[in-house]
């Protein structure tokens, strides 16, 4: 009985021992996909966030040259909005609802300002969406101190 029991025993450990090494296998694959699949989302995102920030700038560098006096061209000014308007498209496909608005609030504020109109303050806008961004990108832990440090004085 031993010689017949024994041979069995040992296919049963066996089959038990494949199936559990093809079980965590295939758990380890799929926490490997996943992670794959998130960090390209997360890098898909990033670079949309990015080509938002460089449009955004240039509108800023733009508003900067204004309040020194300096005249800027209606067509340079447009090429600017034309791009900020683009580039605040794709978050609004990549990223979550929130982030969405908050490029559309701070893209909405600049192009009002670049046409002379009036507008929320900027400032608080591209904060908003910066801290957005922060939590899409999952390093938001708590908020930037936005404001500068108050600078002791002397004796």
């Known amino acids: 009985m031993a010689t017949t029991v024994l041979p069995l025993a040992g296919v049963a450990l066996g089959s038990a021992g494949t199936l559990v090494g093809q079980y ?18 997360r890098a898909e ?22 309040s020194m006096g300096e005249v800027i061209e209606d067509a340079e000014k447009w090429r600017h909005l034309h791009a900020l308007w683009l580039a605040k498209k794709v978050p609004e496909l990549v990223c979550s ?14 192009h009002a300002l670049l046409r002379g109109m009036d507008a929320p303050a900027k400032r608080e806008l591209r904060f908003a969406f910066m801290e957005a961004a922060r939590v899409e990108l999952g390093v938001a832990s708590e908020p930037l101190r936005r404001d500068p440090p108050a600078v002791a004085s002397g004796p």
């Open 24 to 41: 965590i296998s295939t758990r380890v694959d799929a926490r490997r996909a996943r992670f794959e699949r998130d960090s390209a989302e």
């Open 45 to 66: 995102r990033k670079e949309a966030l990015m080509e938002f920030l460089s449009a955004a700038q240039q509108v800023e560098l733009c508003l900067d040259r204004l």
């Open 97 to 110: 609802p929130s982030l969405a608005q908050a490029a559309h609030d701070y893209t909405a504020a600049l």
